[in-house]
């Protein structure tokens, strides 16, 4: 118990910084590191681009499927016990590729023990942060999705180092060992909701105090699967989900070799993600705040947008700056995206059912992610260049910001 006069400390900060060193590790390197392992790797087993992309867009696929599982299963057993007993699969999986000597074992362990690994850090991290906070989820999804751009800092350039230093065989086995202490240690401490403690969302000490707009005492009214399922809203944002897998897996995957198609050079390609990823901190952290204050759907239609032009760069872009430019943009809006998409569904569904919700939402993301990196491939195989991906992307990001406009948070439960 507190002494008079003092402030309880709040469990959340606690989950939110759990959260925050389990995206750094296991997003910060599982998606951006992809792309500076694949020039290496094609060059050893003289694979094609689409053929070894497959595995990352397979990666996605499983995403998909698991995600429901892990949604279902966060709602029942809590996220503490699916982190770490089922994130051990992403060191894993890293371990194992280490050890591969043919395509099918590489597809096959990114997809289905990889796929398996990330489905544990996404879906039962953002619902367990939106179940402790309420007056300021978006920023403090921010605050844990900062950790992803921190990691994507860190471990291109970590990746570039050891495989240039070591081979790729030994930095596998480097981010196996990190991410199999680093994400079972985080979930640990991870917990369901603020009553398993005694404690209520945002740290308010008085249990009367209510969100602005809310009745004291009142829960955000929340829908069934169901009924989310048969609500407009629901497809909308959907869509909303697809565009932003489409693009983040896209393009992630793919610039750091075009950037040395460009005639640069892998630390080139590595350096030009972590622009990616770094910028994406401030997208996730301070446009979160700024979706506090101005609503989800104004701050949607802005980030896709920002996708668009960034795009229309890369596409015509052959200098260094102009690319670091569209690294810088587009990593903002797709930080700012990752957070929104969270928060929007909290705000349209409530939190009752939000893991399964969320889940499935998720594989509309996690399928236009698995036919992004793969078309995306599939085209410069044939065409030798990413021109006509990099249009795919201008224009469904604009239509994807048509598509924000439509938004009406709150809808779905007012009706």
């Not at 007993?85 to 371990?95: A, D, F, I, M, V």
């Not at 209510?210 to 004291?216: E, I, L, R």
């Not at 972590?274 to 980030?303: E, H, P």
């Not at 201008?394 to 910001?401: E, F, K, T, W």
Request: with cysteine; hydrophobic share 55%.
């Amino acid at each position: 118990m507190a002494a008079p006069g003092q402030s309880r400390f709040f469990y959340g900060h606690v989950i939110t910084a759990a959260g925050f060193f389990i995206w750094l590790i296991g997003w910060g390197s599982f998606t951006p590191s992809f792309s500076v392992f694949l020039k290496p790797l094609i060059a050893e087993f003289g694979w094609s681009r689409a053929d070894a992309s497959l595995a990352y867009s397979l990666s996605f696929l499983s995403q998909a499927g698991f995600a429901v599982i892990m949604g279902w299963l966060t709602d029942r057993l809590g996220p503490r016990l699916v982190i770490t007993l089922l994130g051990s699969c992403l060191g894993l999986c890293y371990l194992l590729l280490s050890q591969v000597t043919a395509l099918w074992q590489f597809q096959a362990i990114y997809a289905l023990l990889g796929g398996l690994g990330m489905s544990t850090l996404s879906v039962p991290v953002m619902v367990t942060v939106s179940r402790w906070f309420v007056k300021k989820r978006a920023f403090t999804i921010g605050i844990v999705q900062a950790g992803m751009g921190i990691g994507g800092l860190i471990f291109p350039p970590l990746a570039g180092y050891l495989i240039l230093a070591y081979g790729w065989r030994d930095a596998y086995i480097v981010y196996g060992l990190i991410n199999l202490v680093g994400i079972f240690v985080a979930g640990c401490a991870l917990r369901r909701d603020p009553s398993v403690m005694g404690e209520v969302p945002d740290g308010r000490e008085n249990l009367g105090e209510a969100p602005h707009g809310q009745a004291a005492g009142a829960r955000p009214a929340s829908l069934s699967l169901r009924k989310a399922f048969c609500a407009s809203q629901f497809w909308i944002i959907a869509g909303l989900y697809a565009v932003f897998g489409f693009c983040r897996s896209t393009y992630v995957s793919h610039v750091p070799a075009h950037v040395q198609d460009l005639g640069f050079s892998l630390v080139d390609g590595a350096n030009v993600l972590a622009v990616v990823w770094g910028a994406s901190m401030f997208g996730r952290v301070g446009m979160g705040r700024i979706a506090d204050r101005l609503g989800n759907r104004q701050t949607f239609i802005v980030s896709f947008l920002m996708t668009t032009a960034s795009l229309f760069l890369v596409l015509v872009g052959k200098e260094l700056w102009i690319i670091y430019l569209f690294a810088l943009i587009f990593g903002v809006a797709w930080g700012n995206q990752a957070v929104l998409r969270f928060s929007v569904a909290s705000e349209v569904f409530g939190v009752a059912s939000l893991g399964l919700i969320v889940g499935i939402l998720g594989v509309a993301e996690s399928c236009a992610a698995t036919v992004g990196s793969y078309i995306a491939g599939y085209i410069f195989d044939i065409t030798g260049t990413y021109a006509s991906a990099f249009w795919m992307g201008i224009v469904l990001s604009a239509g994807a910001a048509v598509l924000a406009g439509l938004l009406k948070p709150g809808a779905a439960k007012a009706g």
